[in-house]
């Protein structure tokens, strides 16, 4: 595969060159798997969001206005692919209080010698609708206001999931350090 | 905790990348995303191609060999005044021809004079009989019959016993140019046009001919090789012409469904296929994933000089003779290209590639029939009392008839070019040098060339071995400006030369050599990256 460039590849797509095309997939293909696979159940579904994530980038890119990360909008792309998949009855408006939570801190030693690979097995362990809040808010950066819009929940809920979501991952990462101390 | 260990994933799963086989999620992406029309321009390039072939071959094998007859009818008559009479009327005259006269019907006689036939190219003469108009002469392998539709030739039918079948060559023949009144030419041959030649010759026994030579008759080539379309319209019953909507929606469906079935299995069958090439590339190392391999069909016409060596000084006479009976046509080339392009432009072109050299052999001959026909042949006018007698008897009438045979000669040639070249230049437009080799694989010869005795000699079936069965290696010099039409199909024009080659075996009393001056145009399919 020739190198080419981003902003090649952009005008090549835009021209619906095939070689283009086929670079972009070969270029963005392993960073936007990693993306698919933190929302998909597993890696066949994964493949799928892939694939149609994919498709509807090459459709929508004679239409893609320059501003912005051009990855940060495939990476919209993928991730809308992915939520329109999932079981949006999952998502049930339900509040957890912060005081039902016991508080305990983790230290940054236990998570900094984990690698993206353990991160990802980590985050995928919770139940799918509190990793889908988690990984949109705390590694995409969407606010509460955009991940209800996007999920058609209240606000609320999405504040109380991902609370929750944190709260089982402090409990993940404490048993990591556990066994980590054990060993 | 919470604000670092997500800043702390947020970091690790940016960068973080799944490796994934890419080579089979592009296969089953493409047929989605690629508009169909690219698919259908190179369809349609293929079809178009095929077809340039089709009707090239159909030209090619429909170009048989080609007689040619050409007819000139010389006729004659004569007037004299009171002190002239008709030379040829009477058969005492000094310069009388040299038939014997025959009047009055005593004696029915068709005088078999042998007259010269002459082959104008080839400077071959020959002797032959003729008889009156209407007979049939067969000779050197084609024949003709001489017919004449002229009232006055039915006129001297009736009259044959008065008729002088006369015959000889026309330089026998002159006149007395200010008595000669032209007569009406007899038709002859099929439905040709005429022209009228200015020449006029003459005798001394005041007698002329005039010449009216016809155009050559050529048969329209096309007119062989192209099938009538009426032939490719077959008669289709009237229920099956017709659908109803709702029928041609239902096929649509069912096709578009059978359509995209067969995608998807060809998606998955290439998948396969793509993973299997994948691990093999990777064996292969980087050098093979820095070329490209592409697929050409081209066809080419060239101009063929031939140079044609006489081994001795006795056999320039020869040259000449095959010099001037035979003419170069234009040499057709049909190729099929595999390229090999590298990242530095380079290129190696090879495949098969046909080449036909034609060349046009042609030989004529000459008949001259001279007979009689009544007529006035001569006006006595009485100065003193104004009388005029009108005193009819025989005239002169001369017929000369052309031959012309030609027949098409060709070398069919199969070479394997082996071309190196370079390329330079931006798409869409860019430019090439490249030179090479053309290993001849097989030479075969067909038609008919003149021996140095003067009698015609086989080229296909080449009794003494004059010719090669192969020729060898020819270097080979060119050009070529390349279009994009888009990153993967290519057309080109592309010029060159081809260094003489013999094509003549020792025993050949020639030294015979070809060499190729023109052009070639296809198209190009490159791959993508193997």
């Known amino acids: 595969m020739k190198n080419y460039t981003e902003q090649q590849i952009i005008i090549g797509c835009q021209q619906q060159n095939p070689r283009f095309q086929k670079a972009l997939v070969e270029l963005y293909s392993g960073t936007l798997m990693a993306i698919s696979l933190r929302y998909a159940r597993d890696e066949s579904a994964a493949k799928d969001i892939l694939q149609d994530a994919l498709i509807k980038i090459l459709r929508a890119i004679p239409e893609y206005q320059e501003q912005g990360s051009f990855k940060a909008w495939m990476k919209r792309i993928v991730i809308n692919t992915a939520l329109k998949q999932l079981d949006k009855s999952s998502f049930k408006n339900e509040l957890y209080t912060i005081e039902d939570l016991p508080d305990q801190s983790v230290q940054p030693e236990v998570y900094n010698s984990m690698a993206a690979a353990e991160l990802m097995e980590l985050i995928k362990s919770i139940p799918e609708h509190y990793r889908t809040i988690f990984n949109l808010h705390a590694i995409e950066g969407y606010s509460h206001r955009e991940i209800s819009q996007l999920l058609h929940i209240e606000e609320s ?11 089982m991952l402090r409990k993940l990462l404490l048993n990591h350090e556990t066994i980590k101390m054990r060993i | 905790m919470n604000q670092e260990f997500e800043k702390y994933a947020r970091q690790e799963l940016d960068q973080f990348e799944v490796p994934i086989d890419t080579e089979a999620l592009w296969l089953n992406i493409e047929p989605i995303v690629q508009p169909k029309k690219d698919n259908r321009r190179i369809i349609w390039f293929f079809f178009s191609g095929l077809l340039i072939g089709a009707v090239a071959i159909s030209l090619f094998f429909n170009r048989s060999k080609i007689n040619v007859i050409e007819s000139t009818d010389t006729s004659i008559i004569t007037t004299t005044n009171s002190s002239q009479t008709l030379a040829a009327a ?16 005593i004696k029915q006689q068709t005088d078999h004079t042998p007259i010269k036939e002459t082959n104008n190219q080839a400077k071959k003469q020959s002797t032959l009989y003729t008889s009156r108009p209407g007979a049939i002469t067969e000779k050197a392998g084609f024949k003709s019959s001489v017919q004449s539709t002229d009232t ?18 026309s330089k026998g023949l002159n006149v007395e140019n200010d008595n000669v009144i032209p007569k009406k030419p007899t038709e002859t041959g099929s439905s040709l046009v005429g022209i009228i030649e200015d020449s006029e010759e003459e005798n001394d026994r005041g007698i002329s001919k005039v010449l009216i030579t016809e155009n050559e008759m050529i048969p ?25 909507a709702t ?15 067969a995608t998807k299995e060809k998606a998955m069958a290439e998948a396969k ?10 064996r292969r190392g980087s050098f093979l994933n820095d070329i490209q391999f592409g697929l050409g ?52 072109r090879t495949g098969v590639e046909y080449t036909r050299i034609g060349s046009l052999f042609s030989r004529s001959s000459e008949r001259v029939e001279t007979d009689s ?40 040639l199969v070479d394997v070019p082996i071309i190196l070249g370079y390329n330079f230049g931006s798409e869409p437009l860019t430019f090439g040098v490249e030179a090479g080799i053309y290993a001849n694989i097989m030479i075969k010869s067909k038609g008919e060339i003149f021996r140095e005795d003067g009698d015609f000699y086989d080229k296909g079936e080449d009794p003494n071995g004059w010719y090669k069965n192969n020729l060898g290696i020819s270097p080979f010099i060119g050009c070529n400006v390349s279009y994009h039409l888009n990153d993967n199909l290519r057309i080109h024009f592309s010029p060159g030369f081809r260094f003489p080659s013999v094509f003549s075996t020792s025993t050949n009393p020639l030294q015979e050599r070809h060499a190729n001056l023109g052009v070639q145009a296809g198209v190009r399919y490159i791959f993508d990256n193997y």
């Open chain 1, 157 to 167: 809920t999405s504040r109380s999931q991902l609370t929750r979501a944190r709260h």
């Open chain 2, 90 to 105: 009477d058969p005492s005259s000094p310069v009388a021809p040299e038939v014997i006269l025959q009047k009055d019907g």
């Open chain 2, 152 to 169: 006055e030739l039915n006129n001297a039918e009736k009259l044959k016993d008065d008729a002088i079948v006369l015959a000889g060559v």
């Open chain 2, 220 to 244: 329209n080539r096309w007119e062989q090789a192209l099938i009538p379309f009426s032939s490719f319209l077959s008669p289709v019953e009237s229920d099956k012409r017709f659908a109803s």
């Open chain 2, 247 to 261: 029928d041609v929606i239902e096929g649509i469906k069912a096709r578009n469904n059978a359509e995209m079935l």
């Open chain 2, 273 to 282: 296929a793509a993973a299997a090439k994948n691990k093999s590339k990777k």
């Open chain 2, 297 to 348: 069909l081209y066809g080419g016409i060239s101009r063929s000089t031939t140079e044609l060596d006489p081994r001795g000084v006795q056999n320039t006479e020869y040259e000449l003779l095959r010099v001037n009976s035979e003419k170069q046509l234009e040499t057709l080339h049909a190729g099929l290209n595999a390229l090999i392009v590298s990242e530095q432009n380079l290129y190696l």
């Open chain 2, 373 to 412: 026909v009544p007529g006035i042949v001569e006006i006595q006018i009485n100065q003193v009392t104004g009388d005029t007698n009108f005193i009819e008897g025989n005239l002169l009438r001369t017929k000369t008839t052309r031959y012309i045979k030609k027949s098409y000669n060709y070398f069919h």
